[in-house]
T-cell receptor, first 111, second 112 residues
Framework: DTAVSQTPKYLVTQMGNDKSIKCEQN?????MYWYKQDSKKFLKIMFS???????INETVPNRFSPKSPDKAHLNLHINSLELGDSAVYFC??????????FGQGTRLTVV | TQLLEQSPQFLSIQEGENLTVYCNSS?????LQWYRQEPGEGPVLLVT?????EVKKLKRLTFQFGDARKDSSLHITAAQPGDTGLYLC????????????FGKGTKLTVNP
């Protein structure tokens, strides 16, 4: 059973499009995250949700909108995609600040 | 400001060699985590160190937390190609926020 699963794994889209990435965890964790990993492999947090409530919103353009319908899901919607949005996006979950479990990542390529 | 400095950034060695990678900061941490990320995968936790001076071993990997809880090291003995990956250290940022802050990682390549 996959602990943290995100879809799709690969996403190629044109500039200006709107796209969503979905994430689900079956670990019973109360905190979920979205991280962005750039071409230099730097992993930077974007958002954190605890019990469906937004806890952290780092300096991320408002074209990025997370949504947590329940504790097990945290989706990421991106409007008006730009070339600079190309990266690998990781979903993760944890019990507060304990070990984080990561999904396999979504490689987004904006052309 | 990068809160966690990892060094070296890149390391390429031959199978059987020993190596040490470092994670340093000017801040004191309540705990520190080490992750390994293989190509095409998400990071996977290797160990969490909590107590200053603590040493933890995971087969050929030895993790040490500095006495002052500001730094940590990861030593690999007799490296194998399967150890290839990106090694990341991270700390939970306290103060009511729920986030793990990661260093930029050390990219290790072990050549057969």
């Amino acid at each position: 059973d996959t602990a943290v699963s995100q879809t799709p794994k690969y996403l190629v889209t044109q500039m200006g499009n709107d796209k969503s990435i979905k994430c689900e965890q079956n670990l019973g964790h109360d905190t979920m995250y979205w991280y962005k990993q750039d071409s230099k492999k730097f992993l930077k947090i974007m958002f954190s949700y605890n019990n469906k409530e937004l806890i952290i919103n780092e300096t991320v353009p408002n074209r990025f909108s997370p949504k947590s319908p329940d504790k097990a899901h945290l989706n990421l919607h991106i409007n008006s995609l730009e070339l600079g949005d190309s990266a690998v996006y990781f979903c993760a979950s944890s019990l507060r600040n304990t070990e984080a479990f990561f999904g396999q990542g979504t490689r987004l390529t904006v052309v | 400001t990068q809160l966690l400095e990892q060094s070296p950034q890149f390391l390429s060695i031959q199978e059987g060699e020993n190596l040490t990678v470092y994670c340093n900061s000017s801040s004191v941490f309540s705990s520190l985590q080490w992750y390994r990320q293989e190509p095409g995968e998400g990071p996977v936790l290797l160990v969490t160190v909590v107590t200053g001076g603590e040493v933890k071993k995971l087969k050929r990997l030895t993790f040490q937390f500095g006495d002052a809880r500001k730094d940590s090291s990861l030593h690999i003995t007799a490296a194998q190609p399967g150890d290839t990956g990106l090694y990341l250290c991270a700390f939970p940022k306290e103060g009511g926020s729920e986030k793990l802050v990661f260093g930029k990682g050390t990219k290790l390549t072990v050549n057969p």
